[in-house]
């Protein structure tokens, strides 16, 4: 009996022994390792506050060339991109009617010249007979005192005199008539010859052909454009204010205006301001004369920006801001962990962003902000 208890208790031994060799041995998890991020407090500032207005470069001086008179191009000179010196000629219409015109006028020019010289002798006769007239009738008057001569001899003188005189007036009226025909053939022939002179058109400033508007053969009316031209590197920005910022911009202020085209921020001066505000854009014409550059054209965008008071904002790295399509977040560390937070951005200034919404100032934000980070992950900032 006593050798069968120890036979049990050696085989419970063994059993228990057996069953610990066949327990299960528990690996011990093992804690998740923090992601080392560099960050920064989000931080309220002020930023100085503009205004933009948006506006197209014009030319400051330019022209839409026309003819004065009606006619046939014969000759178009130019082609957009030609540069042009004043009073060069650009376009030759056809001229043989203007050219008839001045031969007529200097064939009635020569023909009252001719006249004047006819008319110079026939004064010169006339003269000459009230001369003869006069000395004539003298004699007639001291014989008819003398009673040597009859009445009607000496009223034949007396009608003779008159006669002569009568001429002479009349001849001495001629002249000048005829003078004033002769002004008159004058100014027909100076009118005639500037008349020809339209159908050679000349640029009235050193500019830049930028439009063509008329071909050789084609019918140039006055009024109907030929030609565009703009002076070279002289441009300006011609931008709309709204009326609620008038009068703010004054002459003169100089303002910070961006080519988005040529990728140019330059500084430009105020030179004029349209008083009248546009009903239909509630906005003023602003004029602002720009520096010469290379490739600046009429017709480019612009964006002319004038300072106003200074706004407090929250701001962030932009490096910590992330843009998923409409979707913009940063990281927010709290507690050792980051945490995606939701925000609306606004305006970006050298490194920084505007955030409007989703954060405040004073909180640790994670930037620049690591590919593997995802929300919830345990951070370690780096010191």
Known sequence: MHSNNKLLALCGLLAGAAGCQRAPQRAEAAAPKPIVVQASPAAEVEWPSFYEAVGTVRARTSAVISSRVTGYVRQ?????????????ILVVLEARDLDSALRQAKAAQNEASD???????????????????EVTHRRMTDLFEKKSISNQEYDESSAKL????????????????????????????QAAQITR????????????????????????????????LETAGSYRLEAAVAEGLL????LGQMVMVNLDSLGQTIQGRVSETIPSVDASSRSALLKIDLPQLPNVRSGIFGRAKFPRAARRVVTA???????????QSVMVIENGVAHARVVTSGERRNGAVEILSG?????????PRPKNLLDGSIVEIQP
């Open 162 to 189: 008159k006669v002569a005189q009568a001429a002479y007036e009349m001849a001495v009226s001629k002249r000048t008539q005829l003078a004033s025909k002769i002004r008159q053939a004058e100014e027909a022939v």
């Open 317 to 327: 790295p932009a490096e910590a801001l992330l843009d998923q399509g409409q979707l």
């Open 76 to 88: 178009v000179r130019v082609q957009p991109g030609d540069r042009v010196a004043a009073r060069q």
């Open 115 to 133: 006249a004047s010289l006819e008319l110079q002798g026939a004064i010169a006769a006339a003269r000459a007979n009230l001369d003869l007239a």
């Open 247 to 250: 009068p703010a911009p004054r």
């Open 197 to 228: 002179e339209f159908a050679e058109i000349a640029a009235p400033f050193a500019a830049v052909v930028t439009g063509k508007h008329v071909d050789t053969g084609s019918l140039a009316t006055p009024g109907a454009p030929l030609l565009t």
């Open 359 to 367: 954060l405040s100032a004073g909180e640790t934000i994670v930037s």
